[in-house]
T-cell receptor, first 115, second 111 residues
Framework: KAGVTQTPRYLIKTRGQQVTLSCSPISGHRSVSWYQQTPGQGLQFLFEYFSETQRNKGNFPGRFSGRQFSNSRSEMNVSTLELGDSALYLC??????????????FGPGTRLTVL | QKEVEQNSGPLSVPEGAIASLNCTYSDRGSQSFFWYRQYSGKSPELIMSIYSNGDKEDGRFTAQLNKASQYVSLLIRDSQPSDSATYLCAVKEDNFNKFYFGSGTKLNVKP
């Protein structure tokens, strides 16, 4: 079974631009979560989608948004990029949105550099 | 805000030794716990999950959970240089599909 895929793998943008990242979950997984990872802050939860609905949201400004499509693929968008948005953005998929006994599997990540 | 605490390390052990990684969490109601390994520049990969008090073994890895003490650990037996990585402890909020991650412990296994 194919794993979680993310595109693009690397991205360089300048301040003020916007960016869209894409994630395709493991086949059959319906929940997709997004994380930002930086050396100083570690792994921070952005949001989680299930059945095209945002179920959970972390403490990030409104410049960070996302969506999920009917085939469970998800995109996240960052508008008005700031230097501090430079990070590894990770997508993780899981089978179900709630309950124990389930875990998340991570994609390879998108490395975003903001100049 | 639920917290997951890990010693950032680095933890250095010689090849063949046992590496012991520790994690504490703040939410007493947490039921699901995970250990991920992350190599530099790569994404986290799941090593083990544990849900019940006690030990769970998988090959050279043993996860230990003590809910009363809000403590979860990972033991790596016969450590290899290839085990050198950052190990992330994660706690799941079971009513929501929300995971809280520790900052990770960097492990160095010296040949």
């Amino acid at each position: 079974k194919a794993g979680v895929t993310q595109t693009p793998r690397y991205l360089i943008k300048t301040r003020g631009q916007q960016v869209t990242l894409s994630c395709s979950p493991i086949s059959g997984h319906r929940s997709v979560s997004w994380y930002q990872q930086t050396p100083g802050q570690g792994l921070q939860f952005l949001f989680e989608y299930f059945s095209e609905t945002q179920r959970n949201k972390g403490n990030f400004p409104g410049r960070f948004s996302g969506r999920q499509f009917s085939n469970s693929r998800s995109e996240m968008n960052v508008s008005t990029l700031e230097l501090g948005d430079s990070a590894l953005y990770l997508c993780a998929s899981s089978l179900t949105p709630t309950g124990g006994g389930d875990t998340q599997y991570f994609g390879p990540g998108t490395r975003l550099t903001v100049l | 805000q639920k917290e997951v605490e890990q010693n950032s390390g680095p933890l250095s052990v010689p090849e063949g030794a046992i590496a012991s990684l520790n994690c504490t969490y703040s939410d007493r109601g947490s039921q699901s716990f995970f250990w991920y390994r992350q190599y530099s520049g790569k994404s986290p990969e799941l090593i083990m999950s544990i849900y019940s008090n006690g030990d769970k073994e998988d090959g050279r890895f043993t996860a230990q959970l003590n809910k009363a003490s809000q403590y979860v650990s990972l033991l790596i037996r016969d450590s290899q240089p290839s085990d050198s990585a950052t190990y992330l402890c994660a706690v799941k909020e079971d009513n929501f599909n929300k995971f809280y991650f520790g900052s990770g412990t960097k492990l160095n296994v010296k040949p």
